[in-house]
């Protein structure tokens, strides 16, 4: 402020000095006394008016500063070079990560898959129609999340987390990124809790642990949404009998390329049973653009994941992964990504891969929590040995095979039971179900190879009669309904009875009243100890009582 009055003074001083003119001698000196009293006057009034102006100008800037914002938004903007088929190609976003979410100027997201020299490969969430070239496109700085939390439960949501089934926005949720990083080896451990289908066929000879990955795979129309829809049902249950969150298992089924009437009377099946209470659904249904179709994998999987990570366990099902491999095959070729073989990108192992890998069950120092994967393949004409396929069985812990011959021959659920297997999941049987059943399989795989060569001839001795005989009656008790799972200790009562030749004498179209009149013949106490008393060292004892009411009902 001195310095502004200095400068001013001067500037006084230099106007002073062209009003009086310039005197030499003293006289002169003399008489323009006057004249330097007025300039000394205005240099003194410039003085007090920079002072004021400059006291202005401090208080003006101390308001400024008072006012200042410091958190401006700056979004890095592309403009979209050119839009088709669900695939935008953007021009400007330089610092853009792979995966991460971007926003069109009409509101409708996308996600950045190709990173290349000059444009960017984004795969649009909704229709390109109202998308057109010079839009603006900003990043969003995150990767792509969805919403999970038991919020979600008893919700139908599609890809993205939003939902779809009318009922209000979600309440109280977490956000969480839909590709994340597996478990480590550490953070994991083996699979030793059974994970119960509710199906005689599933639970005694391809059983399931918390955990698994088990695939259900098969043609179209043999049965494989039937035995994931079973599952789901089973687990109402066991929650029921549940004394604490830990013990809870939660469901979420996610639905992929389906029509959207079966997903309707998925849901009303659900709801019926009231099974949607503990469930998820995720729907991108086939009239869903490609990279929905993609992401709802993904989606459910980080759903799934919060029940894993907070100590409690819950079920999973993709139906079906085939789906979304054509979708991502769709989505790499239109970005112009070599094609391999089926014309899929060299990268659809670990489109798979990555996924399945997420289902894990926790180390006891992690929270010992769980997540199960049924994954659902469908294959054509019966070739199991396709690109996908085998990608998928590679990956998982096992496989139920369903044929559609069985189907047609009235064997449902249509399980092929030389073909299926369960690598990690005997160690999650309970004893009780692994001791009644110990020879079935292979009393099953005898009577397969015995039946091959009996239609041929009628002259059989007396062992094989009775292996064929047996082999009918151990192929008719895994038959179930649909929507039926039957509680584990009453399937290991009839199962019991079947391997014991209970049933050798009953007619073949008498087994399924049998098989009811069973459990109901048992003596009550017995059935609620069997009930109460299943764990992993408990065994089934042979009962004198149960030997006499089951011969009696034949």
Not at 165 to 192: C, F, M, N, T, Y
Not at 424 to 441: D, E, N, Y
Request: proline share 4%.
């Amino acid at each position: 402020m001195d310095s502004e009055g200095n400068r001013l003074t001067y500037r006084m001083k230099q106007t002073a000095a062209k009003v009086v003119p310039r005197v030499e001698n003293s006289e002169n000196c003399a008489r323009s006394g006057p004249l330097v009293h007025l300039s000394a006057k205005l240099v003194l009034q410039g003085r007090m008016w920079a002072g004021e102006r400059a006291a202005e100008l401090t208080n003006l800037f101390e308001s400024r500063i008072r006012n200042f914002y410091a958190n401006f938004q700056v979004d890095e903007i592309g403009r979209v070079v050119s839009v088709g088929d669900g695939i935008a190609q953007v021009y400007g976003l330089n610092e853009i990560q792979a995966g991460e979410m971007v926003l069109f100027a009409n509101g409708v997201k996308g996600m950045a898959l190709n990173l290349e020299n000059e444009n960017v490969g984004i795969v649009v969430f909704g229709g390109d129609t109202a998308i057109k070239e010079g839009d603006l496109v900003k990043r969003t700085g995150s990767i792509v999340d969805v919403p999970a939390g038991k919020a979600m439960l008893g919700r139908v949501v599609d890809a993205m987390g939003v939902p779809i089934d009318g009922k209000g926005a979600l309440s109280d949720h977490e956000q969480r990124r839909v590709e994340v990083k597996a478990p480590g080896i550490l953070e994991r451990k083996s699979v030793h809790e059974p994970m119960q289908t509710g199906l005689k066929a599933v639970d005694s000879l391809v059983p399931i642990g918390r955990g698994q990955r088990e695939l259900l795979i098969g043609d179209r129309q043999t049965g494989k949404t039937t035995i994931a829809i079973d599952t789901i049902l089973n687990q109402k249950q066991i929650n029921s009998r549940a004394t604490s969150e830990s013990e809870t298992m939660y469901c979420v089924y996610v639905a992929i390329g389906q029509k959207r009437s079966t997903v309707g009377q998925l849901i009303q099946t659900l709801e019926e049973a009231n099974a949607l209470e503990y469930s998820i659904l995720v729907a991108a249904t086939a009239s869903d653009p490609a990279p929905l179709q993609f992401l709802a994998p993904y989606s459910g999987c980080a759903m799934g994941e919060y029940f894993r990570d907070n100590g409690m366990h819950a079920l999973i099902i993709y139906d079906d992964l085939s789906k979304q491999a054509v979708a991502y095959r769709q989505m790499s070729l239109l970005l112009r990504r070599p094609p391999g073989r089926e014309a899929f990108p060299g990268d659809v192992f670990y489109l798979h891969s990555r996924l399945l890998e997420r289902a894990a069950k926790r180390s006891d120092q992690t929270g010992a929590g769980s997540l199960t994967a049924l994954p659902v393949i469908e294959t054509q004409a019966g070739d199991v040995s396709a690109y996908i396929p085998t990608n998928v069985i590679s990956i998982t812990d096992g496989q139920i095979c369903l044929e559609t011959e069985l189907f047609y021959r009235g064997i449902r659920p249509a399980i092929n039971v030389g073909l299926s297997v369960s690598r990690v999941g005997s160690a999650a049987q309970l004893k009780a179900m692994k001791q009644v059943c110990g020879s079935s399989k292979l009393e099953l795989a005898q009577y397969r190879e015995v039946a091959a060569f009996a239609q041929f001839g009628s002259d059989l001795d007396a062992a094989t009669q009775a292996l064929l005989n047996r082999g009918a009656r151990l192929t008719e008790v895994p038959k179930q309904p649909q929507y039926a799972p039957l509680p584990i200790e009453k399937q290991i009562l009839v199962i019991y009875a079947a391997v014991n030749g209970f049933c050798d004498r009953m007619p073949l179209d008498r087994i399924s009243q049998y098989e009811k009149a069973i459990p109901n013949s048992v003596k009550p106490e017995l059935l609620q100890a069997l009930k109460g008393g299943l764990t992993n060292e408990r065994k089934m004892e042979p009962d004198a009582f149960l030997k006499e009411r089951a011969l009696a009902l034949i």
